[in-house]
C-alpha cells in the first residue's frame, strides 16, 4: 500500500516536471519570436545594417566598415520591404517622404535590377547639370571648390603601397568631404559630357573619382529614381581590414579598426 502512494506521488512530479518544463520551453519559444519580430521591425522600419564591399567610397568608407542605414530619412517605398524585387509593379511610390540632400551618403537598389544595393554620394537633384571637367566636378556650370590635402595612402593594384592625389570637396550647400583620384584628373570619367538630371531622379557619384561604378555611367548605373532609395547612412558601428571575416574574432584585436566604431558618417 505505501509503495502504491510512493508511485503515485512520483508520477505527479513527474507530470509536475513536464508541465513546468514545458511552461519554460514555450517562454522561450515566446521570447524569441517577440525578439524576432522587433528585429524584423527595426530592420524593415527604422536601421538596416550594410557592409561595404568595395572601395568607391575610399577615404569615406572602407571596404570592412559596417552601417548602420536609416530607413525612415527619405520615407518609404517598396524597396524599403525585404526581397522587394518581387512586389508587383502597382506597390511604386513613397511614402512619408523626404527628399534626400545633395551630400548624403545613400544606400539604392541599382535601377538596373532594381534588386541590387549600391551605396553612393548624392551629388545631382532633379534638374540640376552635371559635368567633370579635368577631375573638377562643376554642377549648373560652377565649379565645386576642390582643396588639395595630404595624399591619401592606399595599395596599388599588385598590393604595394601607393599615395594618391586627395582633396575636400566644398559642396554648393556646405557639405564638406574629402575624395581621392588614383589617375590624377585624366582619369576615365574625370572628362564627361554634361548629364541633365531628369525630374524625380539623382545623380549619385563615389568618392574615389577614378575606381567607382555611378551615375557617370549610364549604361550600368544612371539616374536613380527616388523610390529607389533605401536609407541614409548614418554611423559605423564595426570596421575591421579587408580581408578578414568579421567573425574571427582571435584576430580582433590587431584588425579591428578601432578608431572607426561609432562615428558618424559625413
Same mark, same amino acid.
Given at each position: 500500500m505505501e509503495r502504491a502512494r510512493v508511485d503515485h506521488q512520483t508520477k505527479r512530479d513527474l507530470r509536475a516536471a513536464d508541465t513546468g518544463a514545458w511552461a519554460s520551453i514555450k517562454e522561450t519559444v515566446k521570447v524569441g519570436v517577440?525578439?524576432?519580430?522587433?528585429?524584423?521591425?527595426?530592420?524593415?522600419?527604422?536601421?538596416?545594417?550594410?557592409?561595404?564591399?568595395?572601395?568607391?567610397?575610399?577615404?569615406?568608407?572602407?571596404?570592412?566598415? #559596417?552601417?548602420?542605414?536609416?530607413?525612415?530619412? #527619405?520615407?518609404?517605398?517598396?524597396?524599403?520591404?525585404?526581397?522587394?524585387? #518581387?512586389?508587383?509593379?502597382?506597390?511604386?511610390?513613397?511614402?512619408?517622404?523626404?527628399?534626400?540632400?545633395?551630400?548624403?551618403?545613400?544606400?539604392?537598389?541599382?535601377?538596373?535590377?532594381?534588386?541590387?544595393? #549600391?551605396?553612393?554620394?548624392?551629388?545631382?537633384?532633379?534638374?540640376?547639370?552635371?559635368?567633370?571637367?579635368?577631375?573638377?566636378?562643376?554642377?549648373?556650370?560652377?565649379?565645386?571648390?576642390?582643396?588639395?590635402?595630404?595624399?591619401?595612402?592606399?595599395?596599388?593594384?599588385?598590393?604595394?603601397?601607393?599615395?594618391?592625389?586627395?582633396?575636400?570637396?566644398?559642396?554648393?550647400?556646405?557639405?564638406?568631404?574629402?575624395?581621392?583620384?588614383?589617375?590624377g584628373d585624366n582619369g576615365y570619367w574625370d572628362n564627361t559630357e554634361p548629364y541633365l538630371v531628369p525630374p524625380g531622379r539623382y545623380f549619385m557619384m563615389g568618392d574615389n573619382r577614378d575606381n567607382s561604378t555611378d551615375s557617370r555611367d549610364l549604361a550600368n548605373v544612371g539616374f536613380v529614381p527616388f523610390e529607389n532609395f533605401v536609407g541614409r547612412a548614418e554611423m559605423i558601428f564595426f570596421s575591421i581590414d579587408e580581408g578578414t571575416p568579421a567573425w574571427q574574432i582571435w584576430q580582433w584585436p590587431t584588425k579591428v579598426r578601432w578608431g572607426r566604431i561609432f562615428s558618424s558618417i559625413r
Amino acid at each position: 500500500m505505501e509503495r502504491a502512494r510512493v508511485d503515485h506521488q512520483t508520477k505527479r512530479d513527474l507530470r509536475a516536471a513536464d508541465t513546468g518544463a514545458w511552461a519554460s520551453i514555450k517562454e522561450t519559444v515566446k521570447v524569441g519570436v517577440q525578439a524576432l519580430l522587433i528585429a524584423l521591425v527595426v530592420r524593415t522600419l527604422l536601421f538596416q545594417p550594410f557592409n561595404i564591399p568595395s572601395g568607391s567610397l575610399v577615404p569615406t568608407l572602407l571596404v570592412g566598415d #559596417y552601417l548602420f542605414v536609416s530607413k525612415y530619412s #527619405y520615407g518609404y517605398s517598396k524597396y524599403s520591404l525585404p526581397l522587394s524585387e #518581387y512586389l508587383p509593379s502597382k506597390a511604386d511610390g513613397r511614402i512619408w517622404a523626404a527628399e534626400p540632400k545633395r551630400g548624403d551618403i545613400a544606400v539604392f537598389k541599382l535601377p538596373k535590377d532594381n534588386a541590387t544595393d #549600391y551605396i553612393k554620394r548624392v551629388i545631382g537633384l532633379p534638374g540640376d547639370k552635371i559635368q567633370m571637367k579635368a577631375g573638377i566636378l562643376y554642377i549648373n556650370d560652377v565649379a565645386v571648390k576642390r582643396e588639395r590635402i595630404a595624399p591619401y595612402e592606399t595599395t596599388g593594384p599588385y598590393g604595394e603601397e601607393t599615395k594618391v592625389e586627395q582633396y575636400t570637396e566644398t559642396l554648393p550647400n556646405g557639405v564638406v568631404h574629402q575624395v581621392i583620384e588614383r589617375e590624377g584628373d585624366n582619369g576615365y570619367w574625370d572628362n564627361t559630357e554634361p548629364y541633365l538630371v531628369p525630374p524625380g531622379r539623382y545623380f549619385m557619384m563615389g568618392d574615389n573619382r577614378d575606381n567607382s561604378t555611378d551615375s557617370r555611367d549610364l549604361a550600368n548605373v544612371g539616374f536613380v529614381p527616388f523610390e529607389n532609395f533605401v536609407g541614409r547612412a548614418e554611423m559605423i558601428f564595426f570596421s575591421i581590414d579587408e580581408g578578414t571575416p568579421a567573425w574571427q574574432i582571435w584576430q580582433w584585436p590587431t584588425k579591428v579598426r578601432w578608431g572607426r566604431i561609432f562615428s558618424s558618417i559625413r
